[in-house]
């Protein structure tokens, strides 16, 4: 999202990426096309702004016309396909199919379009990159440069929820669809799911004053509460999405979880996809961390590589459990940061200050106020390199008495937990709620484990990496290697936590001792195969 422009708000972004997205097609093509006579074929209906080709079950087009305007053109030549022994469901969208007329004279002769990469690259080739380069903290900048959304995938998720919105469209007019999240908060991973919210509040008519002798009010169907509300509108989101949106194939509906959802995936752009509705609160998260990550240079490559590293190591996963989520590993890396000294973000409670009236929002209840103007946020004074705060990061949680106190970035200090989980952080607008209330014992000494390993690794690593050719990876890249996770989770019995180089220290002397007693019974081995001949 920040690809555009950093000094823009969150939702002055929002709004250029959706009319971007508004004035776009997507259009599944041949591999073999040509793209000059492709580009002046959709030419003759308006200035096209941005076309790229991608791959997602066969090859793609991403078209953005300079004019609304141009998209009511192409679709007045738009044929309704025939089929031999099928039938079409004739609902018209912008996702279309360019068909050669005449395939044999055309694909011959011309070469594959040249795609763009929509996923990551695997680990083994992130660890030889990383390993290159002359410093950690350049290891970091390059790990969140090699994973962060591109600037056309975040066009393809901006238009993917404006081809939700034109199903929707269809009871809801006055709708949106928009992306929360990873895809808008500046941590977004190339590859990562597309979370989506139904938004019905721009619905007008709400709260008008009375002006004459009449009133006129829209005839409503009532229900119980706004929770009902949200899981009937989801219900048929989902019979919607499932029998009349092409290419969005496995739907479901999760309808009694806390936060209603429907959950699918889109075939044509590959993304798997999560649509809430009416969740404000998550959007006021996502503007946070967005705000967080424009503050300081040094946060977004420290969150990269705090992901990465979680995700290798299976602390994290992308399946549902008792491991830790993304969104409560960043929370922790907000926290460490606001405890530093000096601090080099401010707490929520300071953003609140410096809020004026146009920043003022509550939602259901919970306080969501903070500063959105950038300008107004003093710059803090810290001046420690990467390749130190993520040494820090592991020091700072490998000692932390989770089994005492609970994170909290609104007040940016610990406190005394209020229940038993094992790992508390308090969600920053609903105060009531632990985030990370689904991790596990086993899970958190495991996280602890291994962050102790990997201060270690780091504090022998030093800042630069070794001289002479960089074949073995060392600095962060060691820390993305098995042997971390084998080093850090050997024990699963409780013990009393220490200092990971005293630990290492142990191990090492264990060692010598295992290798010196190895050497004995070798010998006696010999002397009695000697003696025995």
């Known amino acids: 999202l920040e690809a555009i422009d950093e000094r823009k708000s969150f939702y002055t972004l929002l709004e250029e990426r959706q009319a971007q997205s508004e004035r776009s097609v997507l259009i599944s093509c041949p591999p073999k096309i040509n793209e000059n006579i492709f580009f002046k074929y959709l030419s003759r209906h308006g200035e096209i702004n941005t076309c790229f080709f991608y791959e997602s079950f066969g090859v793609y087009a991403v078209v953005e016309f300079s004019k609304k305007e141009s998209v009511a053109s192409l679709h007045d030549g738009i044929g309704i396909p025939s089929f031999q022994n099928e039938a079409t469901v004739p609902f018209k969208s912008r996702l279309v199919s360019l068909r050669l007329n005449n395939p044999a004279n055309q694909t011959n ?3 594959a379009v040249q795609c763009l990469k929509q996923s990551s690259i695997p680990i083994n080739e992130l660890i ?5 380069v002359d410093s950690i903290d350049q290891q970091l900048h ?8 591109t600037d056309e995938n975040i066009r393809l998720r901006f238009l993917v929820c404006s081809l939700l919105k034109d199903i929707a469209a269809a009871y809801f007019p006055e709708c949106s669809i928009m992306p929360f999240g990873s895809t808008v908060n500046g941590f977004g991973k190339l590859g990562c799911d597309l979370d989506m919210i139904l938004d019905l509040d721009r619905i007008r008519g709400r709260n008008l004053k009375a002006a004459g002798p009449f009133s006129l009010e829209y005839q409503m169907k009532r229900v119980s509460s706004e929770r009902s ?3 009937r509108i989801l219900s048929v989101m ?16 999760i309808l009694n979880a806390r936060c209603p959802l429907l959950r699918f995936s889109h075939q044509p752009s590959g993304f798997q996809c999560d649509l809430t509705a009416n969740n404000r609160v998550a959007v006021k998260s996502s503007e946070l961390l967005f705000l967080y990550g424009s503050l300081d240079p040094r946060v977004r490559p420290l969150v990269f590589s705090v992901r990465c590293w979680a995700r290798v190591h299976g602390i994290t996963s992308s399946i549902p459990g ?15 940061l606001q405890r530093r000294s000096p601090p080099i973000i401010p707490t929520l409670d300071q953003l609140k200050n410096l809020a004026g009236p146009e920043d003022k929002s509550v939602i259901e209840g919970n306080d969501c106020t903070f500063v959105r103007d950038i300008s107004k946020i003093k710059a803090q ?7 130190h705060l993520l040494q820090e990061f592991f020091e700072f949680y490998g000692n932390f008495a989770f089994s005492k106190l609970s994170i909290n970035i609104r007040k940016g200090k610990e406190q005394n937990k209020p229940e038993t989980s094992p790992l508390h952080i308090q969600n920053p607008f609903e105060p009531s709620l632990n985030v990370s209330k689904n991790v596990n014992m086993t899970q958190m000494e495991r996280f602890v484990a291994l962050a102790q390993e990997s201060a270690w690794v780091l504090q022998q690593a030093g800042g630069k990496g070794p001289t002479g050719t960089r074949d073995q990876p060392w600095g962060l890249a060691s820390l993305l290697l098995p042997s971390i996770s084998q080093a850090g989770g050997k024990s699963k019995k409780k013990r009393k936590m220490e200092p990971a180089s005293q630990r ?15 050497n004995s019974t070798e010998k006696n081995k010999r002397t009695v195969s000697s003696s025995s001949h």
Do not use: R
């Open 238 to 253: 989902g019979e919607c999405i499932d029998e009349f949106g092409p290419g969005c194939v496995g739907v479901q509906k």
């Open 381 to 387: 004074e810290n001046t420690e390199t990467l390749g």
């Open 142 to 149: 390059t790990l969140m440069n090699v994973y962060q959304l």
């Open 504 to 518: 290492i220290k142990s191990l090492l002397e264990s060692l010598k001792t295992n290798k010196s007693q190895g």
């Open 109 to 111: 002769s011309q070469p």
């Open 229 to 231: 509300v949200t899981q």
């Open 322 to 336: 008792a491991w830790l989520t993304n969104f409560s590993l960043t929370m922790m890396v907000m926290f460490f």
């Open 128 to 132: 030889q990159k990383i390993s290159k």
